[in-house]
């Protein structure tokens, strides 16, 4: 297994009092220049063209233009005039004759071309957002007032209204994890937007304070012998506490890491070790519980530690693991929500902190303040008003134990399980009629399923081929307790 970076967890959504898109009152992007139904003109040009855009780089590849962009945004869309940001975005450019797929991980975003799955489904173009603030798209000053879901919305709402001229065909919002979130709080905040959504492993933290399922699913995901050894794992972990934790001293004075945001070391060795068992099942399969000791009272240290860095991963918890991520674990302590988990086979003595608040992740000069709202918000609307959504999940995913779920107004929506998988579940890893209705319906939201997947949906399949590069296939690693 590769090398840690744990889960992202909640999302607490800040719904911020809005309830329906025709409330932002941001300045709306204009027209490029009246030659947004130009063909002739190049798409560089086009896209320069927009007010508040800017390149940053392009990128060659076969058969695309790839452009890494600022877009220009306000800090307050409640108040454009109070101050604007840059916020990073790429264009994965194919042709303005094909629908696009706006993509965001809810995280960075990565400047390397890449293709999601419905990107390769419908053969398009694809647009992908860095998330507000993180870092190079943070206002300088921060408020951190202004990190919640309903602004990152409105981001998005702006970047489609701005590149809507030059991509005049459908667009379809998807995500994975984080990202899958904000996908559908974008659907949520601006339903007249997008044509469709594909959100994947989405957690969906409606009560912050009721997180039981994550108890049921930890009781009975995959074998009794896999569990058996990761939690026994876990356990000795915390027997050699004081053993390992200086061990754990002199990896962290070599590498130059401190704790002040957590508070201590022996805080961040606890942490570390409570991710271990979450942070095999989000990433690892059935397959890699081979790699874990059997016998865990009788191996090494040194095991013990491989084991516990190799998935959970010890710089995390440090100050310099935890920077990148403060937005995340600010979002998370403010809207998101963040899973508890109990855990049985170990004693209560051995466990002093237990999973810890994201407050503890998140330096204490940053005000937060939790707003429980939020989240309930957007399930309540997902139950009754989602239109062209579709929520994948992994069977063997601890993020997928509070998944999104549809009620009675929801409308050629779906929810779906890949048996087996992890965090890194998708439409290819569906049971077959699954995948080819899950397939059938992106192609239609796109506005390119053809006369005879219209008739027969069985047959749907991606219309571009697979290309190793671009089409990213792995689950997104992170590091940490986040989805």
């Not at 941001?26 to 320069?48: C, F, H, M, W, Y």
């Not at 062209?388 to 549809?406: K, S, T």
């Amino acid at each position: 297994m590769r090398k840690a970076l744990r889960w992202l967890l909640a999302l607490t959504v800040l719904i911020g009092t809005v309830s329906t898109a025709g409330t932002a009152t941001a300045a709306q992007p204009e027209a490029v220049n009246g030659t947004a139904s130009s063909t002739d003109t190049d798409i560089k040009d086009r896209l320069l063209a927009i007010p508040g855009m800017s390149l940053i780089q392009e990128r060659p590849y076969t058969g695309y233009r790839f452009f890494v962009l600022n877009y220009t945004q306000p800090v307050d869309h409640r108040n454009p005039s109070k101050g604007t940001f840059e916020q990073r975005i790429t264009v994965l450019h194919k042709d303005v004759d094909r629908p696009t797929v706006f993509y965001t991980g809810g995280y960075n975003v990565s400047t390397t071309p890449s293709r999601r799955e419905p990107t390769q489904i419908v053969d398009g173009n694809q647009v992908s957002m860095e998330y507000r603030f993180f870092t190079p798209s943070r206002p300088a000053p921060a408020d951190w007032s202004k990190l919640d879901i309903w602004q990152a919305a409105s981001d998005q709402h702006r970047i489609f209204q701005a590149l809507k001229p030059v991509y005049s065909h459908n667009w379809i919002a998807t995500g994975g994890s984080k990202g899958g979130m904000t996908a559908t709080y974008y659907k949520r905040f601006y339903p007249g937007d997008m044509d469709g959504v594909v959100a994947y492993v989405a957690p969906n933290d409606v009560v912050d304070k009721e997180d039981s399922a994550y108890d049921r699913f930890f009781a009975t995901v995959s074998t009794k012998d896999c569990r058996d050894r990761l939690n026994g794992v876990q356990r000795e972990a915390l027997v050699r506490r004081e053993t390992l934790k200086n061990k754990y001293a002199q990896y962290a004075a070599d590498n130059g890491y401190t704790f002040t945001t957590v508070g201590s070391l022996d805080r961040a060795y606890e942490a570390v070790v409570l991710d271990y068992v979450w942070g095999f099942w989000q990433y690892g399969r059935l397959t890699d519980c081979a790699t874990i000791p059997g016998d865990a009272k009788n191996a090494t240290d040194q095991q013990i530690w491989d084991s516990v860095d190799d998935i959970a991963g010890f710089s995390f918890y440090t100050d310099q693991g935890l920077e990148p991520y403060t937005a995340y674990y600010y979002q998370a302590g403010t809207q998101l929500g963040a899973p508890t988990v109990h855990f049985p086979h170990i004693e209560k003595k051995l466990i002093r902190y237990g999973y810890q608040p994201p407050r503890n992740y998140v330096p204490r000069s940053i005000p937060m303040k939790f707003q429980p709202s939020a989240m309930r918000d957007v399930d309540n609307w997902v139950r009754r008003h989602a239109h062209q959504m579709l929520f994948v999940y992994g069977e063997n995913d601890p993020w997928g134990a509070e998944p999104f779920r549809l009620g009675h107004g929801a409308r050629d929506s779906y929810v779906l399980t890949a048996p087996g998988m992890n965090h890194g579940a998708n439409v290819a890893g569906l049971v077959p009629e699954e995948k080819a209705l899950a397939t059938a319906r992106i192609l239609e939201w796109a506005g390119v399923a053809t006369s005879t997947v219209q008739a027969n949906p069985s047959v749907a399949k991606p219309l571009a081929r697979y290309d190793a590069k671009l089409d990213v296939r792995d689950v997104e690693r992170e590091p940490a307790l986040r989805p």
